[in-house]
């Protein structure tokens, strides 16, 4: 199961977040149907203050990943945590590299899941 947050004014599509969180499940060999996974889009400044409160870095960052478990619960779903991406910082980052906007997502995405699974 793939939760996403996200302001009314991301710019994003759903279902390509979707599309590229199932990617990255897979790259790491875990079944989205035992899967609960969070990823929550946000601005610059929680990203700021969020990299302040959890990691003490005062810098905005790409992405954060928060992880709460590895192991299955009594409903069979393994509840992996939260990814937390900077839009802002996405659409940036993607004109600045000269990438697709798809592309940069979808590399933060298994950047994001490999730092739950870690």
Known sequence: ????KHPKNWGLSEDKVV???RKALKFFDLNEKEVELSIYFVGRDKAKKLNIDYR????IPQVLG???SKDKDEDGLIRLGDIVICSQKLKYESKF???N?????AE???HGV?????
Do not use: R, S, T
């Open 1 to 4: 199961m793939i939760l996403i």
């Open 19 to 21: 599309f590229f969180a």
């Open 56 to 59: 003490q870095k005062n810098y």
């Open 66 to 68: 928060f992880p709460m």
């Open 97 to 99: 590299l000269g990438k």
């Open 101 to 105: 906007i798809d592309e940069v997502l």
């Open 108 to 110: 933060w995405l298994v």
């Open 114 to 118: 490999e730092n739950l699974v870690k």
